[in-house]
């Protein structure tokens, strides 16, 4: 089947969350990846891929969510993802000239309303999906932010035929559509065994932004070694040492690692879980990443910080609780949302693929069906 697999390009988790099914699907479908950002940077070099336009966030010098940044960058493609502009159309055409049949999307707008103009069966297959497909499970102070942000979704990509939802926690399906399954683990994190080092592992998803002073000199006064990645530096300085960006490298640096240090995206947190290690999550201001954070939290498998605050305190009492982060960690690593969820996500969206290829094929006869006969073609 001719499938259409598009990736949010805004970080690289949806990217690596793509990576850990698409050898398995390639090897009975025909899938061209659609993504941009960060996502194309990871995908395009392994896959089929068509460049799309992407929307994200834009910083502040004081590496802030800046709203006016965002809004000026991001007025024109979602201009043209809701008029259907000049990439809605590109993006159409290169559809119908691949012959897709069936669209499956990783919070990707684009191909989410695309499929649904050309009248394709999608499937959504993300993490974000559990704000907007799922029961609330907000905290409190949250709960406003949770429920705009999941009606949001629901407006920008619909419902699709199928859902399914890869997560670290688990959570009350609100459609009958919806599945579950644990996080999605590369051949890396897979091939790599977990040990335990005496450094700190920080990550920053966009570190050019997110390693600002405070979070350097915090670092730097810590009495352990540090391996920071996402910063663009290379090189050791006193107990830092800057990585360059590297699959193989960081895998390894992860599974030795004492405990990590990084933005709360869901991809990363799953890892974390896999190798048993815990996290200290300074989550960027957007909610999802902020839930994420205090469901660590609740969890007790890690501790919820502040990007914009952190103090060499703040990373002594994390580490303080070591012994009990480790003691949970093993706790979750037993339960049925637990562990590597590639292996039921690749057998489902198969399931998925199958019985949506019917439907097409179905709705391609009743539109034959109504079209009108020839002139001279018998009543």
């Keep these: 089947m001719r499938i259409a697999y598009g990736v949010m390009g805004y970080g690289r988790g949806h990217a690596m969350r793509t990576m850990a099914v698409l050898p398995a699907l390639s090897r009975e479908h025909e899938i061209t990846v659609f993504a941009g950002g960060d996502a194309y940077e990871v995908l395009a070099p392994r896959f089929p891929t068509v460049k799309i336009p992407t929307i994200g966030y834009q910083y502040s010098r004081a590496g802030t969510h800046s709203l006016p940044l965002t809004l000026a960058r991001n007025t024109a493609p979602v201009a043209d993802l809701l008029f259907g502009g000049r990439g809605t159309q590109q993006l159409g055409d290169a559809m119908r000239e691949r012959g897709i049949e069936l669209v499956i999307s990783d919070s990707e707008a684009w191909t989410h309303r695309v499929a649904q103009r050309l009248g394709l069966p999608r499937i959504s297959f993300d993490h974000v999906g559990i704000i907007a497909y799922c029961k609330p499970h ?145 989550p960027e201001p957007a909610f999802e990443q902020r839930l994420n954070a205090d469901i660590i939290d609740r969890m007790g498998v890690g501790q919820r910080g502040d990007l914009m605050t952190l103090t060499p305190s703040d990373i002594d009492r994390f580490l303080g609780h070591y012994d009990r982060f480790r003691v949970n960690l093993a706790w979750h690593a037993a339960q049925p949302q637990a562990g590597d969820g590639r292996e039921q996500a690749v057998t489902w969206l198969q399931e998925d693929i199958a019985a949506l290829r019917p439907h097409r094929q179905a709705k391609r006869r009743r539109r034959a069906d109504t079209r009108p006969a020839p002139l001279g073609a018998p009543a």
């Design 138 to 282: 907000f905290p409190p102070d949250l709960w406003a932010l949770g429920m705009r942000d999941g009606w949001g979704y629901r407006q920008l990509m619909g419902v699709p035929e199928r859902i399914l939802i890869s997560s670290f926690y688990a959570a009350e399906p609100a459609y009958p559509q919806v599945r579950l399954v644990g996080p999605m683990l590369r051949d890396e994190v897979r091939a790599a065994q977990s040990r335990e080092g005496d450094y700190l592992l920080a990550y920053f998803n966009k570190g050019m932004h997110q390693y600002l002073p405070h979070i350097d000199r915090a670092l730097r006064l810590l009495d352990c070694k540090v391996r920071v990645y996402g910063t663009g530096r290379v090189g050791h300085d006193e107990n830092l040492e800057f990585c360059a960006p590297s699959v193989d490298g960081f895998v390894q640096d992860f599974a030795g690692c004492r405990a990590v240090l990084s933005t709360a995206g869901n991809q990363l947190i799953g890892e974390a879980l896999h190798f048993g290690k815990p996290i200290l999550a300074l």
